[in-house]
């Protein structure tokens, strides 16, 4: 079975902490995504990486930034957490488009981010 | 650029009967895919359907189907006999070949009525 883990399903931080939510990956995927979800707004892209240290921004990458730094592994840093980016945050893996037999993203369990 | 638009925040369907889900896209890539998930109130994304911008035929999976309009640049999501368990939220994503981004649209509440 395919799996991506995010390290949190429940986070709770105080805001100007520096946050760092994880996400890992089995399928050697080469493609990895953060988003942001949030009620009317659907899925929002904040980061996409296409490969190992290969990043680029996504809609919303204010306040945030990425490291992938190994090919399972991508990781979404919070550099001063804000009242403002309390919301549930989903990762994904794909490969490329046109590549494998699978063509669709596979998503983790979601983060629930609440910063106070 | 590349946008994807869903215009029905809501819809209501009575069981056993069809739904269309709408989705239209932009892009100025000739390749590209379009995807459509499903998310239930226990938040876990599950991949319903997938269709190539080069694909001849309409997708179809069990229930589900994909009428794909290209000039139209539309991909609604049609399901038949429609069950209490596909009240869901449902999302339609595309990516392009050339950039490899995901992106998706805003989503629409799908409650089935028994």
């Known amino acids: 079975d395919v799996k991506v883990t995010q390290s949190s399903r429940y986070l709770v931080k105080r805001t100007g902490e520096k946050v760092f939510l994880e996400c890992v990956q089995d399928m050697d995927h080469e493609n990895m995504f953060w988003y942001r979800q949030d009620p009317g707004l659907g899925l929002r892209l904040i980061y996409f990486s296409y490969d190992v240290k290969m990043k680029e921004k996504g809609d919303i990458p204010e306040g945030y930034s990425v490291s992938r730094e190994k090919k399972e592994r991508f990781s979404l840093i919070l550099e001063s957490a804000s009242t403002n980016q309390t919301s549930m945050y989903l990762c994904?893996?794909?490969?490329?488009?046109?590549?494998?037999?699978?063509?669709?993203?596979?998503f983790g369990q979601g983060t629930r981010l609440t910063v106070v | 650029a590349q946008k994807i638009t869903q215009t029905q925040p809501g819809m209501f369907v009575q069981e056993k009967e069809a739904v269309t889900l709408d989705c239209t896209y932009d892009t100025s890539d000739p390749s590209y895919g379009l995807f459509w998930y499903k998310q239930p109130s226990s938040g876990e994304m599950i991949f319903l359907i997938y269709q190539g911008s080069y694909d001849q035929q309409n997708a179809t999976e069990g229930r589900y189907s994909l009428n794909f309009q290209k000039a139209r640049k539309s991909a609604n999501l049609v399901i038949s006999a429609s069950q209490l368990g596909d009240s869901a939220m449902y999302f339609c994503a595309m990516r392009e070949a050339s950039g490899g981004k995901l992106i998706f649209g805003q989503g629409t509440e799908l409650s089935v009525k028994p």
């Open positions: 994904a893996s794909s490969y490329k488009l046109g590549q494998g037999d699978d063509t669709e993203a596979f």
